[in-house]
């Protein structure tokens, strides 16, 4: 082993220059391989495989019900009520293709198909008019296709009791007429002309009753349904998806608050959390590296020692998005433990050119040790490999790939930024102090 390190790392002595500028072209691949990479965020990633939770879960995902998007308007004080209708219309005008299919109205007070009996006492001439046109007309076709929409939105679970009972609709008027008739938040009756609350009005109730949202029973808030076609467990789908919903507040009249519930916000909310998280720990583990460098190497010449476990780290996470995976937040936060390791290979070689062993010369002193410290390290996490979690097991991928870069960095690379030196006395004597001295006294001396 000694052998082949002493023949290979002087030949790239001989080519330094272009061996440099092959590491940098390779190393801003990998840098643009994972700027382009996929960040995946989704609960599956730690479910195990092979399991029937698993299947039940994807199978959950592809059904209509996760992407249902569930928006109440809600007014602030009693007057702001007859804002709602424009709030809701609004919102429908923001939620649009292709983040969104359709807003749906409200599927209406649900009635037993026996009140159909009562839809003629219901009807005034316009509802007739207006139905038997929409029965004749073109509009057929039209209302045909709205059913079906409506059976596949989230009020579809209703609907399919009473669409073949009344498939034109008739059943529609019936929440118009239980808005005027007060029994939707009007205790004092049509007469009064004012809710509960004595502010509103009964044509501000029959506006929420049309605007195609559930109203609340005191008319001071209103339930609209929306759907996407985007997949809720997809950390960009979702992250998309929650910032046009976000952008509905503002948008929202004065007075008009909106709260939202969706399995897309709590998506985006797990992937922001996981990014600020992993963004927090890699930035400190970095800053205390620097500050060890600081304090106890104090030399230009340990820069390239500080930036090989980086460098090493870049290449396997360009390395993970070249094979096409789709990298989870929690493998890129593991890379501040694996900072930790990889740095140990480059302070080896690094010490040891301090201690006057010429550059070229360090790679075959120190390969043996170097190798087995990396042979023990991966067959640590290697173990990971046997976990059922394909998060877990990406984490020992990375794990490996991280560790290998680190050895392959350490022992070819980094002895071309290393410059020949004398012997530091100090340092030998802090790595091998002489009897009756003591190491801690020697290591804490740079304090």
């Not at 804002?83 to 293709?97: C, V």
């Not at 620097?290 to 340990?302: E, G, H, K, P």
């Amino acid at each position: 082993m000694n052998a082949f390190f002493a023949l290979v790392v002087p030949k790239l002595f001989a080519h330094r220059r272009a061996v440099l500028l092959c590491a940098a072209a390779l190393f801003l691949l990998f840098g643009l391989t994972l700027a382009r990479a996929r960040l995946k965020e989704s609960i599956t990633t730690f479910l195990p495989r092979d399991t029937a939770l698993l299947e039940q879960f994807q199978a959950f995902t592809l059904t209509p019900a996760a992407r249902f998007i569930f928006i109440e308007l809600s007014a602030a004080r009693p007057e702001d009520r007859d804002k709602l209708p424009q709030a809701a219309k609004t919102a429908r005008d923001l939620l649009k293709a292709p983040l969104f299919g359709a807003v749906h109205p409200a599927p209406g007070i649900p009635a037993a198909p026996a009140l159909l009996d009562l839809v003629p006492s219901l009807f005034r001439a316009g509802n007739l008019e207006r139905f038997t046109a929409s029965a004749t007309g073109g509009d057929l076709p039209k209302h045909l296709r709205l059913l079906r929409d409506r059976l596949l939105g989230p009020e579809g679970m209703v609907l399919k009791l009473f669409i073949p009972h009344d498939p034109l609709g008739l059943l529609a008027v019936l929440p118009q007429r239980i808005m005027e008739c007060g029994l939707a938040g009007s205790p004092s009756g049509p007469s009064s002309g004012k809710d509960a609350g004595g502010t509103g009005s009964l044509a501000g109730l029959q506006a929420l009753a049309l605007s195609g949202g559930l109203p609340s029973p005191g008319g001071d808030a209103l339930l609209l349904f929306a759907e996407s076609p985007r997949h809720a467990m997809d950390s960009a789908d979702a992250l998309a998806v929650a910032q046009a919903l976000d952008a509905l507040r503002p948008a929202m009249p004065r007075g008009v608050a909106v709260n939202v519930l969706s399995a897309y916000q709590h998506t985006a909310a797990n992937v922001r959390t996981i990014k600020a998280d992993t963004l927090r720990v890699l930035i400190a583990s970095t800053l205390a590296l620097a500050v060890i460098f600081l304090v106890w190497l104090r030399t230009l010449s340990s820069l390239p020692v500080f930036a090989m476990p980086c460098a090493a780290l870049l290449a396997a996470w360009g390395l993970l998005a070249l094979a096409g995976a789709e990298i989870s937040g929690i493998t890129i936060g593991f890379g501040a433990v694996l900072l930790g390791i990889v740095v140990d290979y480059a302070l080896h070689i690094h010490c040891a050119v301090r201690a006057g062993i010429a550059p070229q010369d360090a790679p075959a002193a120190l390969a043996r040790p170097l190798l087995f410290s990396f042979l023990t390290t991966a067959a640590a996490v290697g173990a990971l490999f046997c976990s059922n979690l394909p998060g877990m097991r990406q984490v020992g991928l990375f794990s490996l790939l991280g560790c290998g870069a680190g050895l392959f960095l350490a022992l070819f690379l980094l002895p071309l930024l290393q410059k020949p030196r004398p012997a530091d006395p100090a340092l030998c004597a802090s790595l091998c102090p002489e009897p009756g001295r003591a190491p801690l006294r020697l290591a804490l001396r740079p304090l």
